[in-house]
């Protein structure tokens, strides 16, 4: 893999590991390909936290995903339906990949707690970041999936 994505794949680790979100250190990791800063793509990932505001529903990283492949190939023209069926198809396959990967989309799968319930009462402040966190949250791994399936995406685009 070209040394730039692998240093980008370390960059969404490194964010994450810095009290970022998935999604934020995913998306910040590679903004600038995309005209972005750092600090906006950070604000634009921030809600999809936790499985998007902390509610353990579509993971962090996944969403970071997403918006990846949006911004890479998403169309501006409302009326291009082949456009926006492209983008989706690049979603499906991006999604498809960290689903085979990783066993799941869903954030509260991966942390091995079950399945999205709505009824369950969710708080929307976050864990703290400690040792422990680290050492029972498979984030960090997450994050670094999501960034190796763009960054190969991205290779095979280029291909």
């Known amino acids: 893999m070209d040394k730039d994505l692998e240093e980008r794949i370390s960059l969404a680790v490194e964010y994450f590991m810095q009290g970022y979100g998935c999604c934020q250190s995913v998306v910040a990791a590679f903004s600038d390909l995309y005209g972005l800063d750092a600090d906006m793509a950070k604000r634009i990932g921030a809600g999809f936290g936790g499985g998007v505001g902390r509610m353990r529903m579509m993971c962090g990283a996944v969403s970071g995903l997403v918006i990846l492949a949006g911004l890479h190939c998403g169309q501006t023209d409302g009326a291009d339906r082949k456009g926006k069926s492209a983008c989706y198809e690049v979603v499906q396959r991006l999604l498809a990949t960290f689903k085979e990967r990783?066993?799941?989309?869903?954030?509260?799968?991966?942390?091995?707690?079950?399945?999205?319930?709505?009824?369950?009462?969710?708080?929307?402040?976050?864990?703290?970041?400690?040792?422990?966190?680290?050492?029972?949250?498979?984030?960090?791994?997450?994050?670094?999936?999501?960034?190796?399936i763009f960054a190969e995406f991205l290779m095979d685009v280029d291909k």
Not at 102 to 118: D, K, M, T
Not at 119 to 136: G, I, L, M, S
């Open 102 to 148: 990783n066993g799941s989309i869903i954030c509260a799968e991966l942390l091995g707690i079950g399945g999205v319930r709505p009824e369950t009462k969710v708080t929307h402040v976050p864990d703290e970041r400690t040792a422990e966190y680290y050492k029972v949250r498979p984030c960090a791994a997450k994050v670094e999936s999501a960034a190796r």
